[in-house]
C-alpha cells in the first residue's frame, strides 16, 4: 500500500471545521443526507442554484410561489432540499418541512390536514436555529410580544392601540382569531405562564375542540382545523416579518406518495387541494409564503395516478428539459451528476475519511469512477446514492486486503459493488 503522506484532493475540505467534518462524516455512515452542512459536500447543479435563488428571492419579496421539484429515487431531492434550506435560511426566510405518507396520515386530504400543520409547525428553521426546534415557534411569540411591550408599554389599551396600528396586515386576514389570540398573548400572558403555553397550544394547533380552547382560558371563535390551516400558514407567513424575518418556505418531501393512494375519490381529492393551493397563492400580493414540493417523475406525470391525471394540473405545471428552465418555471427536473462532478464529489469524501483512510489518490477514484461507468455498470450507479454506497464499501475491501483501490478492483474486475457489505465501513 503507498505510504505516502495523505494529500488533500479538495481544498475546501482541508480547511473545514472539525465540526462540520463530524457532522457530515456521521451522514455517510447513515447513508443519509446531513441534517446541516450540505453546502460543503455540494458539487454542481449550478443552474438548479441560481433557479432556487431566483424563487426565493420572489417569496423574499412578498411574492408567493408554488414549485415541483422533479428527481429519480437516489438523485439527491433529500440533499437538495437541504440546501435549498439553507438558501432560503441566508435569505432571512423560516422553513417547514414535512414528508407526505399515506402510512403515517400526512396528506393534503381532510382528516389529514390539521396533523401535517402540527408537524410543519414543529419542524421549524432558522440560520440560527438550522435544526427542527418545536420551541421555536414559542420564541417568536414571545419576541414579538416583548417588541411590542417595549415600545407600547403595559398598558392594555396602550397595547391595543400599537396592535391595530402596526398589525394591522394580520388583523385584515381570516381566521381573525390568530390577530385576537395573538393580543391576548401579549397583553393577558405577560405574567401567565400558564396562559401562554395555552396559547401556544392553541398556534400550534393542539387543540382538538373549541370547547377545549375555551376552557384553557383562550379567546377564540376558531381553532385550527383541516379546512382552515392553509388560512394559519399565510397569516404565519406574514406574522414573522413582524419578528425580524422575510418569510416562509415550506418543503413537502415524499409527494410521490399521493400517486400511491389506492382510492381513486382520495387521490383526486388531495390534487385539488394542490390545486387549490397554488390557485390561492396566485391570486395574493404581500404574502411572503413559498411551497416546494418534491416528486419522482414518473408519479409526477402519470396521467392516471399521478399530478397530471388532473387536467388543470398539468397545464399550471407543465415540465419541461431542464435546458429549457427560467426562473418562472414551476417545475424544475433534476439532472444527474455528470462524471467530472461525481468524481470531485468523491474527492471530498475521501478527504473526509482521510483518518480511515490516509492514503486514496487521484488515482483511486479515476479507477472506481472507470469501474462504475463501463458498460451496464453506468445506469447502476447513476444517483449519488447508489455510487457514494459503492465506493465506501470498495475503500473499506481494499483496507481490508491491505491494498489500494487501483489495485483492488485490477484484481476483482467483477466485483459487484451494489451488494450490501457487511463489514463496518469505518
Known sequence: MNNQEQIYLSSSVAAMPEEVRDVLKQSLINNHPPAKYSNFLKVG?????????????????????????????????????????????????????????????VLLTTSKLSKLYKNLIDSMTTKDNPEENKSLLSVLLDNAAEIIRGKAGNDPKAIKEYLLTHYRD????????FFNVFSQYVIEGADNRELRESILSWFK??????????????????IVTDENYFDFLKILAVFVK?????????????AASLSKIKAKVSREKNYSRLLNMGNDLASKTNMPLGIFMYFTPNEFKDKVKGVYSLDSLQTRYPAASNKFITST????????????????????????????YPHTT????????????????????????????????????AKQQNTTVVSYLASNENTDLSEDYEEEIF
Open 362 to 397: 487521484h488515482e483511486d477514484i479515476e479507477a472506481f469512477m472507470s469501474y462504475i461507468s463501463s458498460g451496464s455498470r453506468k445506469k447502476d450507479y447513476e444517483s449519488p446514492r447508489t455510487f457514494i454506497a459503492a465506493f465506501l464499501k470498495n475503500l473499506a475491501l
Open 45 to 105: 447543479r449550478e443552474k438548479e442554484d441560481e433557479y432556487i435563488e431566483n424563487v426565493l428571492d420572489r417569496i423574499h419579496s412578498g411574492v408567493p410561489q408554488v414549485r415541483m421539484v422533479l428527481g429519480e429515487i437516489g438523485y439527491g431531492k433529500s440533499f437538495f432540499l437541504d440546501v435549498t434550506k439553507q438558501i432560503a435560511h441566508n435569505k432571512n426566510l423560516i422553513t417547514m418541512r414535512a414528508e407526505l405518507s399515506e402510512e403515517s396520515k
Open 242 to 254: 413582524h419578528c425580524g424575518f422575510d418569510g416562509i418556505l415550506i418543503q413537502l418531501d415524499e
Open 329 to 356: 418555471s414551476t417545475v424544475l427536473p433534476l439532472m444527474p451528476l455528470t462524471t467530472d462532478e461525481k468524481t470531485v464529489l468523491l474527492e471530498k469524501i475521501a478527504d473526509l475519511l482521510h483518518t480511515d
Open 205 to 222: 394547533g393542539e387543540n382538538v375542540t373549541k370547547t377545549e380552547a375555551k376552557r384553557a382560558g383562550i379567546k377564540a371563535s376558531e
Open 170 to 177: 394580520i388583523k385584515n386576514m381570516s381566521p381573525s382569531a
